[in-house]
């Protein structure tokens, strides 16, 4: 099975522009999350997709949205983008079998850069 | 909310073997995983627990206090390519769906 792919792999931006990132979850994965990591904050939660459908968003401003497709793919949006915008942004898909144990498989991330 | 504290670094001899712990605050705790991440790659999962208890898995073992709200990833027989962060990560239901919340990571150097 072919691994999560997210394009583009690097992105270079200015101020005030707007980006969308794209994800292709694994084949038959329903769920898609988005997180950011940066050096000095982690890896944080941006939101999680489901069945088109946002189940679940982290604490992050508007400028931040998403949304999913039928096909389970994701993409990801972000406007007027800030400085402090630049990071890596990974996309995780899982089985959204309802289970406990619900490993997330991630992509090899957006690397994003605001000058 | 959630929020995780484990040690931002660790250093160990090749062979040898490390404890990474972690210390959680959450509410709707269903589990704990643990995800290994090398430099310029994407984090990849190792382990979960959602009972108390030891898991083991090849030289990697992570155990799980949910009464203390902590747990540790063990690493056995070190290896150069153990050279990694690892983050734990509380797995929490929210507001019908769930998120996974992680920690700042550790970074772990293995030296000869």
């Known amino acids: 099975k072919a691994g999560v792919t997210q394009t583009p792999r690097y992105l270079i931006k200015t101020r005030g522009q707007q980006v969308t990132l794209s994800c292709s979850p694994i084949?038959?994965?329903?769920?898609v999350s988005w997180y950011q990591q940066t050096p000095g904050q982690g890896l944080q939660f941006l939101f999680e997709y489901f069945s088109e459908t946002q189940r679940n968003k982290g604490n992050f401003p508007g400028r931040f949205s998403g949304r999913q497709f039928s096909n389970s793919r994701s993409e990801m949006n972000v406007s007027t983008l800030e400085l402090g915008d630049s990071a890596l942004y990974l996309c995780?898909?899982?089985?959204?079998?309802?289970?406990?144990?619900?490993?997330?498989?991630f992509g090899p991330g957006t690397r994003l850069l605001v000058l | 909310g959630q929020s995780l504290e484990q040690p931002s670094e660790v250093t160990a001899v090749e062979g040898a073997i490390v404890q990474i712990n972690c210390t959680y605050q959450?509410?709707?705790?269903?589990?704990l995983s643990w995800y290994q991440q090398h430099d310029g790659g994407a984090p990849t999962f190792l382990s979960y627990?959602?009972?108390?208890g030891l898991e083991e898995t090849g030289r990697f073992s992570s155990f799980l206090s949910r009464s203390d709200s902590y747990g540790y990833l063990l690493l056995q027989e070190l290896q150069m390519k153990d050279s990694a962060s690892y983050f734990c990560?509380?797995?929490?239901?929210?507001?019908?769906?769930?998120?996974?919340?992680f920690g700042t990571g550790t970074q772990l150097k293995v030296e000869l």
């Open positions: 084949s038959g994965h329903r769920s």
């Open positions: 959450t509410s709707g705790f269903y589990g």
């Open positions: 990560a509380v797995r929490a239901i929210t507001g019908g769906g769930n998120k996974l919340t």
């Open positions: 627990n959602a009972l108390d």
């Open positions: 995780a898909s899982s089985l959204a079998s309802n289970r406990a144990q619900e490993t997330q498989y």
